[in-house]
């Protein structure tokens, strides 16, 4: 996380007695600030990195959308709904391909990524079918599959379902932008064949006002932790022989 970086390099400028390693932490300190709070800086980064978005009209039909979880709290009280955090179109945007017959069935990939899951009632796959069927989709074309904790396992426990309940059909597969390059690269090592669909962009349209690019912003910094987090695990999941 850059901010880790940065209080890192500003404590480490109060703390050491050397006059000249203090002169130099401050400076890099402030460079690193400056550039990690950079709107136009960070949002280039992530237009790079992501998977670019697939207009609906150019979308051929396919018969199963995969769709990856990792959007919801499964902890927060009560457990009378769903509580969903940043990627909600994960499941919202296959909702509509179906609804416009797009796509014919779901599966959902998904179990608990936490160490200790300390809910027993749900997994966040049963989750997000909850909200399928509030919409109107019938329970016969939605499967699940709730006990992957990582993406790796995701596509390996879902190949196993496909390749049981769907043999030779096209598959959708559904996740955030900056999570696709990683997911693709997993499916087809698990040799299914996906069509990517990306939603939930941390990018936006480029902009030129002053505001844009010169005022720092907290958000950025925030997108920088989540991109950070997504290379590191693209690279150790090549080095772990996922990809």
């Known amino acids: 996380m850059p901010i880790t970086w940065i209080v890192g390099l500003f404590l480490y400028s109060f703390w050491t007695k050397v006059p000249r390693l203090k002169n130099r932490a401050i400076k890099i300190a402030f460079i690193l600030l400056i550039l990690f709070t950079n709107n136009l800086i960070v949002n280039e980064a992530i237009r790079a990195w992501e998977i670019s978005v697939t207009p609906i009209a150019d979308l051929a039909p396919h018969d199963v959308a995969v769709v990856l979880t990792g959007v919801t709290d499964t902890e927060r009280e009560p457990q009378d709904r769903v509580y969903f955090a940043k990627g909600a179109d994960r499941i919202l ?7 416009m017959g797009k796509i014919k069935y779901f599966l959902i990939s998904g179990g608990s990524g936490q160490l200790v899951n300390r809910n027993k009632n749900e997994s966040e796959a049963e989750e997000l079918a ?15 599959e709730n006990k992957s904790r990582n993406t790796h396992e995701n596509a390996l426990f879902s ?7 769907f043999p030779g059909k096209s598959y959708l597969l559904v996740t955030s932008a900056f999570h696709m390059r990683r997911a693709k690269g997993c499916f087809e090592k698990a040799n299914v064949p996906v069509t990517v669909f990306t939603t939930d962009f941390y990018s936006s349209g480029r902009k030129w006002t002053p505001d844009y690019w010169l005022l720092p912003s907290e958000s950025a910094l925030g997108k920088w932790s989540t991109l950070w987090h997504e290379w590191i695990g693209y690279i150790s999941y090549w080095g772990a022989g996922y990809l």
């Not at 945007?93 to 609804?99: A, D, G, S, V």
């Not at 909850?130 to 699940?144: E, Q, R, T």
């Open 93 to 99: 945007h296959p909702l509509q391909l179906y609804k």
């Open 130 to 144: 909850s909200i399928l069927k509030l919409a109107g989709v019938p329970d016969s074309v939605i499967v699940l």
């Open 159 to 165: 190949a196993k379902v496909l390749e049981k309940r």
